[in-house]
């Protein structure tokens, strides 16, 4: 008797333990499924940025002057490159470009971007304005930009730049450098943006000295390095010996003319200034440079920003974006520190100081500049 109960409570106790740890079982599942649950909602935040901006694409199309002109195409370049790397893109990857050999292919350019269904799409330089115009007006939900022109649309953020007056800096720098007291100005294709470039550096160097003569020429084109080559051999023989030059591409044919004089005669005495970004490299020639400065435009900077207002939504479609002295978006490049003494850097913050201040309107236009000068 005493033997069958104790195999009861032995049984009973068996079953308890057994119905206890099914409990155990269930709650640590339910423990465990909660964690997951918590886990994968917290993955499912920290990737949401990440999936934004790997969904989003953004596109340029480049001038005639290619994406390694040295000047604005390729600053344009380098911003989205810059916008690539911090938000998880590469080429081909949510950024890319796509060349123009010639006018004829803006249009054709734009529409293969946005037929891939890019989010932004860039038309690099003023040339590409019409072509722009069009193809936003057909694709309103589509954004684009336009660098250096005005687009007025809804969907369309146009960038510009006071490009005056970074090239009244970079004049006034020719105008201390040179000996000969003669400059000179190469211009890609003649127009109201290039005018801008000219009409600030002849103020420039105008306000330091007004008996240097300024010898202006225009290429007809900014991707033409052989004619830009030809007009500072033509003008460096007639003893200029500044040239600034505005004009993509075509100004690689400047700094190769410098650079042979160089060669030949290390002892001549010719400068370049370079534009859009800093082209000191293009200058090098031995142990030495034939690279003054550059007047600096940060396309790079303007293109990214706006790239990035894009990707957060807060696109700024139908403004005109302008960036100058005040905005940091022209400036003047130190890199050639030989040549661009600090004794020239100091007169020229002078005179930044007076823009910045209002005591100096600089010249845009023909008739500015005329004005201006008749100021002096």
Not at 136 to 142: E, F, I, K, L, Y
Not at 285 to 291: F, H, L, S
Request: some cysteine; charged content about 25%.
């Amino acid at each position: 008797m005493k033997k069958n109960r104790f195999l009861l409570i032995l049984v009973l106790l068996l079953s308890l333990g057994l119905v206890l740890a099914a409990c155990g079982t269930d709650e640590d599942d339910s423990a465990n499924e909660t964690d997951d649950n918590t886990g994968t909602e917290g993955t499912d935040e920290a990737t949401e940025e990440e999936t934004e901006a790997t969904d989003f694409q953004v596109g340029m199309v480049t001038d005639i002057g290619g994406v390694d002109d040295k000047s604005f195409n390729q600053s344009a370049w380098e911003g989205l490159t810059a916008f690539g790397e911090a938000n998880g893109l590469s080429k081909g990857e949510g950024i890319d470009y796509v060349q123009s050999a010639n006018d004829a292919d803006y249009l054709p350019n734009l529409n293969r971007l946005v037929q891939q269904d890019y989010n932004l799409v860039f038309g690099i330089g003023y040339l590409l304005a019409e072509a722009v115009t069009e193809v936003a007006g057909q694709n309103p939900d589509t954004n684009f930009a336009i660098v250096d022109s005005v687009v007025e649309a809804d969907n369309v953020a146009s960038i510009t730049f006071q490009e005056h007056q970074g090239s009244f800096l970079v004049g006034v720098a020719a105008a201390l450098k040179t000996e000969s007291n003669k400059v000179g100005f190469v211009g890609g294709v003649e127009g109201d943006l290039i005018k801008k470039f000219e009409a600030g550096f002849t103020a420039g160097v105008k306000s330091v000295d007004p008996n240097i003569e300024v010898v202006p020429q225009y290429a007809d084109s900014f991707g033409a390095p052989d004619k830009g080559k030809a007009i500072a051999a033509s003008m460096y023989n007639s003893d200029v010996d500044v040239i600034y030059h505005a004009s993509g591409g075509t100004g690689n044919g400047v700094f190769a003319q410098a650079k042979d004089i160089k060669n030949n005669d290390p002892d001549a005495y010719v400068w370049v200034i370079g534009v859009d970004r800093d082209q000191y490299e293009e200058g090098t020639v031995g142990d030495t440079n034939v690279t003054l400065t550059s007047m600096v435009k940060r396309v790079d900077i303007a293109v990214q920003s706006v790239t990035q207002q894009a990707l957060e939504n807060e696109f700024p479609g139908g403004e005109i974006l302008a960036f100058g002295i005040q905005e940091d978006g022209v400036g003047v490049a130190k890199t050639n520190e030989e040549a661009y003494t600090a004794e020239i850097d100091e007169v020229v913050q002078e005179w930044k100081t007076k823009i910045l201040d209002g005591d100096v309107e600089v010249p845009a236009t023909d008739e500015e500049l005329e004005a201006y000068l008749e100021s002096l």
